[in-house]
């Protein structure tokens, strides 16, 4: 069970559908979960993405407890033995409260089925966010390790450059790249190529 984390705007939803897409390309049984469900927009584009890869697919009513989408997902992964599941959860602003506690009851819930969910939670950052991307991994890591970062927009003119002060400060893996839309666009991190990129005139 992986858990994609960010606040509004990021775009993990359509990182989760990437992510999916490789899953089911290394024929790996995949599970999408939408457990934003305040915005029909993000539930119906990952529907979308379930059909075009052949993934399994978990929703609730709009307004439904996320942490609900969120049991209902692992139970569904594990009856069915499925190798990856990914849940979508809502955007939140870091510094409201009482919707990152909406966080931390996604966790308790799937902690209920196996306490090892989930195996990876999944922080997305914006390329073009700049130093408030710092504060975002700071909050985020309140309500639970984080695993590693993706990092989005990578093919507009933002370079991206706050990873350097994230890596140093939380050492945290930076697991992939978002370089555009198509579901071809996530890529794995290379150092060596974001290096050269950063000092690019």
């Not at 989930?118 to 997305?124: A, G, Y």
């Not at 975002?136 to 003119?157: A, M, P, R």
Request: charged content about 25%.
């Amino acid at each position: 069970v992986w858990l994609l984390v960010g606040v509004n705007g990021v775009g993990k939803t359509t990182t989760l559908g990437k992510l999916a897409y490789l899953s089911s390309r290394s024929n790996y049984k995949t599970l999408i979960a939408a457990a934003d469900t305040f915005r029909a927009a993000a539930v119906e584009q990952l529907e979308l993405w379930s059909k075009k890869i052949g993934a399994e697919f978990v929703k609730s009513d709009l307004g439904t407890d996320p942490a609900s989408v969120g049991y209902k997902t692992a139970k569904f992964a594990e009856d069915n033995k499925l190798d990856l599941a990914f849940i979508d959860t809502a955007g939140r602003l870091q510094n409201k409260k009482n919707l990152m506690e909406e966080y931390k009851k996604i966790f308790t819930v799937l902690r209920k089925i196996n306490p090892e969910y989930p195996h990876k939670t999944i922080l997305v950052l914006d390329a073009t966010t700049g130093q408030n991307a710092l504060s975002q991994v700071e909050e985020f890591k309140k309500i639970s390790n984080l695993t590693g970062l993706i990092i989005t927009k990578l093919d507009t003119s933002a370079k991206g450059g706050i990873l350097l002060a994230i890596s140093k400060k939380f050492n945290l893996p930076i697991i992939a790249v978002g370089m555009g839309e198509k579901e071809t666009d996530l890529h794995q991190f290379n150092s060596v190529d974001f290096a050269k990129m950063l000092i690019k005139n």
